[in-house]
């Protein structure tokens, strides 16, 4: 009887051993966003845990994630933009690891100069001056944000042409009230005068100085100097 109690004993701890070296661990995979150097917001939060092969539907910057100089145009697996890039609602099959996504940024292209705006608005009669960056390489499919509001972040203007569009980023102290609205603009450039601009708000002529018809922006362009591309 002892021999036989044993013998199921010794069985028994081998098919533990056994069962214990054959256990599958099943560990979950996590998304984690980074802002990559941004200068306000927050990054999107995936509170979802993923297993090898899943699905992961790439979030979008759903924190206002912005970066002075530079426009939020989706993410990259490397900080640098040298890895696998996404925009917001891709799909991929999550591997056995945790993945970061990093925010890619695309810098604005200025031209070389300082430019002189004024501005100014109802409740502050007085017009006021200020230096201003000209960016030539946005459209505004890249910078509407909805509601009339023209932004590409923070200071960010536009300033229209008569068939086409550049942006200024204004570098000194504006008022912060959210009730003040641009109510005109004008601008002193070597180029062809500014038409019109919006900033939080549509801009109108009959408010501040009367805004004559710009010229057509050249088909060609403008040289960093303000001068038609010949």
């Not at 845990?49 to 910057?61: A, F, I, Q």
Request: aromatic fraction near 12%; glycine fraction near 12%; hydrophobic fraction near 35%.
């Amino acid at each position: 009887m002892k021999r036989r109690l044993k013998t199921v004993l010794i069985i028994g701890v081998a098919l533990a051993l056994l069962l214990s070296a054959c256990t599958i661990v099943i560990g979950y995979s996590r998304v984690l966003y980074d802002d990559n150097g941004s200068n306000s917001g927050s990054v999107p939060i995936d509170s979802s845990r993923y297993r090898y092969g899943d699905t992961v539907l790439v979030l979008g910057n759903t924190g206002n994630l912005t970066k002075n100089g530079s426009l939020f145009v989706g993410w990259n697996t490397e900080p640098d933009g040298s890895g696998r890039a996404f925009s917001p609602g891709d799909a991929f099959s999550i591997g056995s690891s945790s993945v970061v996504l990093y925010a890619r940024w695309m810098p604005w292209t200025s031209i070389p100069g300082e430019w002189t705006l004024s501005y100014k608005w109802d409740t502050d009669p007085q017009w006021r001056s200020a230096i201003w960056t000209i960016y030539s390489d946005k459209t505004f499919t890249d910078n509407y944000g909805g509601a009339g509001v023209w932004d590409i972040s923070g200071n960010m203007i536009q300033l229209l042409y008569n068939n086409g569009t550049y942006f200024y980023s204004y570098s000194g102290t504006l008022y912060t009230s959210s009730n003040n609205t641009w109510n005109s603009m004008q601008g002193t450039m070597s180029g062809p005068d500014i038409y019109g601009a919006t900033h939080n708000g549509t801009w109108s002529a009959e408010r501040g100085v009367k805004a004559s018809r710009a010229p057509e922006l050249p088909s060609g362009g403008l040289t960093p100097s303000g001068e038609p591309v010949k």
